[in-house]
């Protein structure tokens, strides 16, 4: 007769994923998603943070150690960071140059 262990749940009962994974690390693709989104939309220096992760994890993936499952949206996460971090760099240039003219108008004025 088979005993019961009410504490415990049978081995797989609530999960999803198999016991068989064969990849050492989850993907974070929906995080490297998130951050692309926010670097866009809220924080731009956001966007450095997500395309160094996503290189990370894409090179992760590439060697087998990452579940590939997130490939796509590490992948979409990163060009929106890459995005994020060019339009962030022409903000800066064009900051800086409007400064720099503002300081040289004033040294003319004198």
Known sequence: MRQHHYDRPEPGMYSTHSQQD??????????????????????APVGIAAWLMANHDLQAIQEGVMDPDGESLTLAGKILGIIATVVFAIQLLIFASFLALFIFGLALAK
């Open 22 to 43: 064969p990849y050492e690390l989850p993907h974070r693709g929906g995080l490297i998603l998130a951050l692309g989104i926010i670097s866009l939309l809220v924080c």
